[in-house]
């Protein structure tokens, strides 16, 4: 057990609609990381949040937006959902912003039919 | 941007079998990282591990950040070390990560 939490850990929705995926970071931890995996596929960096600012972007589409709250847990918005956003999405944390050991949590697995 | 690089693609071994894998990297780096990702989709941390060796158990780790190389070790193979495992190194407040190395234990 990494102390990373993430819910729900499956969802299943329809194209068109819109999900929040929430993680909460080990104790201690200031920042969140999301990563993508699709099928089959290594991961992709989506963006990093530390103690409540956004640090760094990836790939991340203009339809997915996050948000790290006072509390330190973090939000993963994904809307207008297509089937190509079918994937894991994991969260990480870490105690500081760069070159620190990522810990991650157990993943939302997403599924859009 | 940096990239990695990881070898063999897939590995099918027999229980109790050695295997050594390794990752390379195209640049020098303050982070690198082993995961094994099991059946369920689960990324398991194993070894941060920049510089130098690491030993956890019948798993061990070295990098040698001068060649920009690591090599994970994992000797007497349990059905359990089934899945993929993953080097990543950071780049710019984020990991990037290789293509993976496919484990298969057969008992």
């Known amino acids: 057990d990494s102390g990373v939490t993430q819910t729900p850990k499956h969802l299943i929705t329809a194209t068109g609609q819109r999900v929040t995926l929430r993680c909460s970071p080990r104790?201690?931890?200031?920042?969140v990381y999301w990563y993508q995996q699709s099928l089959d596929q290594g991961l992709q960096f989506l963006i990093q949040?530390?103690?409540?600012?956004?640090?760094a972007k990836g790939n991340i589409l203009e339809r997915f937006s996050a948000q790290q709250f006072p509390d330190l847990h973090s939000e993963l918005n994904l809307s207008s959902l297509e089937l190509g956003d079918s994937a894991l999405y994991f969260c990480a944390s870490s105690v500081g912003v760069a070159d620190y050991e990522q810990y991650f949590g157990p993943g939302t697995r997403l599924t859009v039919t | 941007g940096i990239q990695v690089e990881q070898s063999p693609p897939d590995l099918i071994l027999q229980e109790g079998a050695n295997s050594t894998l390794r990752c390379n990297f195209s640049?020098?780096?303050?982070?690198l990282q082993w995961f094994h990702q099991n059946p369920w989709g689960q990324l398991i941390n194993l070894f941060y591990i920049p510089s130098g060796t690491k030993q956890n158990g019948r798993l061990s780790a070295t990098t040698v950040a001068t060649e920009r190389y690591s090599l994970l070790y994992i000797s007497s193979s349990q059905t359990t070390d089934s899945g993929v495992y993953f080097c990543?190194?950071?780049?710019?407040?984020?990991?990037?990560w290789g293509a993976g190395t496919k484990l298969i234990i057969k008992p």
């Open positions: 640049d020098s780096v303050n982070n």
């Open positions: 949040y530390y103690n409540g600012e956004e640090r």
């Open positions: 990543a190194v950071e780049g710019v407040y984020q990991l990037i």
């Open positions: 104790s201690g931890d200031l920042s």
